[in-house]
């Protein structure tokens, strides 16, 4: 998968969690760098919404 493709992913999966929000709506945060440890869309966009404060232990994320 690239990069462009894998960050769709993410921006999908932020959308899914954080009820239609863009992982461009959130502050920046190194995707490139987790893309290349191979960390998955998912986690990316948990880690994403974290960093912005997002509460998503309070939505059953980060158990």
């Known amino acids: 998968m ?3 493709e894998w960050m769709q992913a993410v ?3 932020v959308g899914m969690i954080a009820f239609g929000l863009s992982v461009y709506d959130l502050p920046d ?9 191979g ?4 986690t990316a966009a ?3 919404l974290a960093y912005a404060d997002f ?8 158990d």
Not at 39 to 42: C, R
């Open 11 to 13: 921006d999908e999966t």
């Open 46 to 48: 948990e880690e994403a």
């Open 39 to 42: 960390e998955t869309a998912q």
């Open 29 to 37: 945060i190194d995707f490139r760098s987790l893309y290349d440890a």
């Open 55 to 62: 509460p998503l232990e309070e939505l059953g994320f980060l």
């Open 2 to 4: 690239s990069f462009e």
